[in-house]
């Protein structure tokens, strides 16, 4: 099993780099993966019948031996493969593990996304779309106010815009944009006692929703969201990069008006 290294007890370790990898697997990751299951016991018998079962390989019938035969063959399999089979990897593996090493392997996977930059986590097995920190502050506290407010469906048009964002091997990404307004659009319908309207509606409608000039701010927001999310022009497929800016704005904006309704200041 693995202990707490001195830089971890010491919290000398916990700087987080920009993220700069999500559709790719870069081959340090790939070899850490061998590394980790290895130090779990787990031998490389283990790592060839879940990775010849994901990438659907039939395990090499010449090596029998475990080291170095088997283990080069894991080796091979996973530095060798397309990116985001890396990914299926990990979550296979993850569910393979006897339950008292799962969460170490989460944490040993997850803390490697950090420090090297890659904007994916592994969370109960299943890898999932990672924003740097502050974006990951804005979902979460989204979730957990629209479950206090009993928002069960905003929470999860939330939830399916990060699932759309962690699609492999391409993001979902006008269906990112898509859920997060919709969550947004619920909260709104909510506090206006309007459930027809849009949210471009509601906000014209009832712009002390919020603050001024926010409503201006949520207004262009759906403008954008309209254009590129919803009614999408030849050549006009919005990036990455934008989706996760509207997903989290979308947080943020969910998470003022759900905390309006959790202390009834609608």
């Known amino acids: 099993m693995l202990n707490k ?11 987080e ?23 779990l016991g787990c031998g490389p018998q283990f790592s060839r019948q879940i990775i010849c079962r994901v990438l659907r390989k039939v395990p090499d019938r010449d090596n029998w031996t475990a080291y ?15 990116w985001f089979y890396v990914y299926d990897i990990i979550e296979g593996l993850y569910n393979g593990l006897k339950q008292n090493q799962k969460s170490i392997f989460e944490n040993e ?5 950090v420090l090297n930059g890659i904007g994916w986590k592994l969370t109960n097995g299943e890898i999932e779309f990672r924003g740097d920190e502050n974006f990951e502050i804005e979902l979460s506290n989204a979730v957990t ?20 964002l962690s699609r492999r091997p391409n993001a979902d990404i ?5 859920h997060s307004l919709a969550s947004l659009e619920c909260v709104a319908r909510q ?17 002390d929703i919020v603050p001024k000039p926010l409503d201006e701010a949520i207004s262009k927001i759906w403008g954008f969201t309209s254009e590129q999310g919803r009614h999408l022009r030849e050549g006009g497929q919005p990036t990455y990069v934008e989706a996760e800016l509207i997903v989290g704005l979308s947080a943020v904006l969910t998470t003022y008006l759900g905390k ?6 609608y």
Do not use: H, W
């Open 174 to 178: 006008t269906g990112a944009i898509q």
């Open 109 to 113: 996977i997850n803390d490697y996304f």
């Open 17 to 39: 780099k920009e993220i700069t990898v999500r559709q790719d697997a870069p081959i340090g990751l790939r070899e850490y993966i061998v590394q980790t299951v290895e130090s």
């Open 191 to 207: 506090i206006a006692g309007n459930t027809k309207m849009t949210l471009g509606e509601l906000i014209k409608k009832y712009p």
């Open 5 to 15: 290294p001195f830089s971890k007890r010491q919290g000398l370790n916990t700087q």
């Open 145 to 164: 106010i629209l479950e206090k407010a009993n928002l069960g469906t905003a929470k999860t048009e939330i939830r399916e815009a990060l699932n759309d």
């Open 68 to 82: 170095p035969n088997i283990y080069n063959e894991v080796v091979d399999l996973i530095t060798q493969c397309e």
């Open 260 to 265: 309006k309704i959790t202390n009834n200041e």
